[in-house]
Each structure stands twice: as structure tokens, then as C-alpha cells.
């Protein structure tokens, strides 16, 4: 009898040993071939935490690792799920493959390289999974149109929202995964949590998988867990001011690009996201090892500017950094900025403020975007919003923290030959 590709099974379980997980189980043969094909290999090459290596020296883990992290909890969700009559045991293929795929579409440095060339991850993971790739060829196999599926699931917009809830929420496989993977490569304590105490206690319904009241505090831990790594690990300032320099290494590039200034080593791999003209092929030829490569060629460039930089980045040379209030301090960034130029250093490269801004848990319900609450299902069998229950989570929700810093080369400044503009910049730096 011939089975279906999308039922057909492996031989025997393959698996996969992982630090956080202890082992990553595949039985299914499109799951198996999915994680073969170049578009997600390409993932071994693209840092899951940017620039936190420099912070955090153990923090080299990829996206591919957390990639197969969310599957892995997927898959043991499900197993939960299954005998609840609200779960659709025929959405399980589409869970797995959608979880192991979310993260397709990062590029280097993920987050700051969106945020350089006007980028999405998940646009772009939907231009993977639709295009002309390995990773289409493998999903229409399982049936004509199932790559669409998943593409709507990443995208938020399949009709089950329960699926969707399962990969992307405020209690979801991706926040699980990346928080405990990101404190075992950090060696930080913050993002542990009881996530076998929340599996047991999730619940299906209609719309999104909700949590047994008897689970809260597991999930207290998980919120609290979330806001640590975001403020100890995530916003670091020392890996904020490595970003900072990364942005401007691109954004030089780009200035002597569209200059016509002429390189010792041209950027071919980024020409068309400077002229705004990304195409899929483009895209996945260019992962971090190809952009180490340019910026270690940088540092030899003729222009002064660029070859510092990428010195700074690759030999973390990183700027420092004071608190900074931009709205008591305009007029000191103004006057910064001057005293910058006078001293022969250009402020829009080494002159930048940078702020950070997050919330724990947000209360509100957004259908647009698919933001929903978490409810917990007391005794009754009725739902109650989470922060209603807990003090902790209510304490926690209401205010969005701010945080903005100034970054500047200490060591350039303390090299300004001119005393009186040195002094005056050290003064309002408030860094002697």
C-alpha cells in the first residue's frame, strides 16, 4: 500500500542532542527532508543572538538550533493536545513544519540588518517557503498548496488560531525555546523556567491554547524569566554599542556606494540591498560568515572611516556609553555634535543614541496583529485574563520601561589634541 509523503515515517527516529532539550526527536520524513535542504542549513551560518557573542562569549548558538528548539516543543505540545477533543489531530503536520520553518527568513545579524536595509524576517521567510527553493519543493509534496498553509501560519493569518497561537503568542513555542536556549549559551540564570510544569497544564480552545489556573505560578516564572533576559541579556549596553557599530559600518557603505567611492573590495553581496532591489537568490547567499569576510577586508579600505569601524567591530574595540534623556539633553547632543566635528570626528558615525523599550506581558487584545492575553481556565472551566489572578504579572504589565544610552569613542576623544574641545566634551560626558 502506498502511503502519503506527508504520513510517511522514517525508518527509525532520528534525533538530535541538545543542551536544552536533552534530545530533538524526528520521525517524520518531511520534517527530515525539510531540515536537509539549503535554505535551512543556511541557518547554521546566522547567529542566533547578533552581536551578544561580544557580551557574552558563549552566546556562538545559531538559528538553527532554535529553530529545531521550537519543533521540538511543538511536537511535545501536540503530544498534550492530542486527546482533547478541540484539537485537530489533522493540523500536525502544518504545527511541525511551520515551527521548525518561522525563522527561515533571518539574515545576518537578524535584527539590526532588518533594521539597516528595511527587511522582515517573516516576509522574507514567506518568500522562502512560496519561492522557487528547496524548502517549497519539499512542502508541495505534501500536497499542492501546503506550503501556502504554513506560509499563512508564520504570517498569522490561517484560519485555526489555535495553530498559530502554538508558534506565535505570549506563551508560545518560539518565547519558550529562545529564553532558556539564550540563558544556557549566556551562562545566565534568568531564563529558566518550569516548561514541562506549563506543558502539562495547557489547554485547547478555539482560539488559542489557554493555561489550568493551577499552573500560574509556572507561568509567573516564565513572564519574570522574559523580562530579565530582555533587560540582563537582550539590552545589554555592551551589546547595544556593538550594534551601533555595526549599523554604521553599512550605513559608511552605503554612503560610499552611492558616492562612487572606489573600494579595494566592492560590496557585490550587498549592492542590491543598497539599491533596494533584494531577490531571494541574493538574499541567501549572504549569511555572517560572508559578512566577516568584507569586514575583515575593510579594515585595509582607503577611507579612514570604514577601516576604523570595522577595526572596532572585529576586534571589539566597542564604544562606551553614559545614560542619556534625550529630551533634558538636546542641547547637549547639539553641542556634542559640533565639538565632534571640530575635533575631526564625524557624530553621525561616532555620535549615537540608542534606546530600548519592552513589555513583559501585555493585557490588551489585538485581533489585527494576533496579540491575545494570557487566560488561564479555572475550576469552572471558564476563562480569566492572567494579570486578574496575578499580582505579579498586573505589577508588571501596566508600563512599558524605557532605557536610552549615548555611545562615543572614549578612546578617540581622549586623543583630541586640542585641550579646551577635549575637556569640553569630557565635561558634558560627564567621563573623566
Known amino acids: 500500500m502506498m502511503t502519503n509523503y506527508g504520513e510517511k515515517q522514517l525508518d527509525e527516529i532520528k534525533v538530535f542532542k541538545d543542551p ?3 534530545y530533538i526527536s524526528v520521525k517524520d520524513q518531511v520534517i527530515w527532508d525539510l531540515i536537509a535542504t539549503p535554505e535551512f542549513q543556511r541557518l547554521r551560518r546566522i547567529k542566533q543572538l547578533g552581536t551578544t557573542y561580544l557580551t557574552f562569549h558563549g ?37 511541525l513544519c511551520a515551527a521548525l520553518l518561522h525563522d527561515l527568513g533571518h539574515g545576518p545579524f537578524s535584527h539590526s540588518f532588518e533594521k539597516i536595509f528595511d527587511l522582515d524576517h517573516e516576509a522574507l521567510t514567506m518568500m522562502i517557503i512560496l519561492g522557487d527553493t528547496e524548502v517549497n ?18 504570517a498569522k493569518t490561517y484560519p485555526d488560531t489555535l495553530v498559530i497561537s502554538l508558534i506565535s503568542s505570549q506563551i508560545d513555542a518560539d518565547r519558550m525555546d529562545y529564553l532558556q536556549r539564550d540563558a544556557y549559551y549566556t551562562g545566565v ?12 497544564v495547557m489547554r485547547p480552545t478555539e482560539e488559542q491554547v489557554v493555561i489550568k489556573s493551577t499552573g500560574m505560578h509556572a507561568v509567573e516564572d516564565y ?29 559608511r557603505v552605503k554612503y560610499l556606494y552611492d558616492h562612487d567611492y572606489q573600494f579595494k573590495l566592492e560590496p557585490t553581496h550587498f549592492i542590491s540591498f543598497f539599491e533596494r532591489n533584494v531577490v531571494l537568490e541574493d538574499y541567501l547567499k549572504l549569511d555572517e560568515s560572508v559578512v566577516y569576510y568584507y569586514f575583515q577586508l575593510w579594515q585595509d579600505e582607503y577611507d579612514p572611516i570604514l577601516r576604523d569601524l570595522c577595526a572596532r567591530f572585529m576586534n571589539r574595540n566597542l564604544f562606551k556609553y553614559i545614560e542619556w534623556s534625550s529630551e533634558k539633553r538636546d542641547h547637549d ?10 575635533a575631526g570626528i564625524d557624530p553621525n558615525y561616532y555620535l549615537a543614541i540608542d534606546s530600548s523599550s519592552d513589555l513583559p506581558y501585555d493585557v490588551y487584545e489585538s485581533v489585527e496583529e494576533m496579540r491575545m492575553p494570557i487566560y488561564l481556565q479555572i475550576p469552572d472551566g471558564s476563562l ?17 520601561r524605557m532605557d536610552h544610552k549615548l555611545y562615543f569613542p572614549l578612546d578617540s576623544v581622549n586623543h583630541i589634541e586640542d585641550n579646551k574641545i577635549r575637556n569640553e566634551i569630557l565635561n558634558i560626558l560627564s567621563y573623566k
Open 384 to 400: 480569566r485574563e492572567l494579570s486578574k489572578y496575578s499580582d505579579v504579572v498586573e505589577a508588571i504589565s501596566r508600563k512599558k
Open 59 to 95: 552566546a556562538e548558538h545559531s538559528r538553527f538550533n532554535h529553530s529545531l528548539g521550537v519543533y521540538e516543543i511543538v511536537r511535545n505540545i501536540i503530544d498534550t493536545l492530542e486527546d482533547y477533543p478541540e484539537w485537530n489531530k489533522d493540523e500536525r503536520l502544518l504545527c
Open 189 to 200: 540564570s534568568y531564563g529558566h523556567f518550569d516548561m514541562e510544569r506549563i506543558l502539562r
Open 137 to 154: 519543493r519539499v512542502l508541495e509534496r505534501v500536497e499542492p498548496g501546503f506550503a501556502e498553509k504554513v506560509s499563512q501560519v508564520i
Open 333 to 342: 547632543l547639539e553641542k556634542l555634535k559640533d565639538l565632534f566635528q571640530q
Open 20 to 22: 536544552v532539550h536533552r
Open 223 to 251: 513572564i519574570m524569566s522574559r523580562y530579565q533576559m530582555y533587560w540582563q541579556v537582550y539590552f545589554h549596553p555592551v551589546t547595544r554599542s556593538a550594534e551601533v557599530i555595526l549599523t554604521n559600518i553599512l550605513h
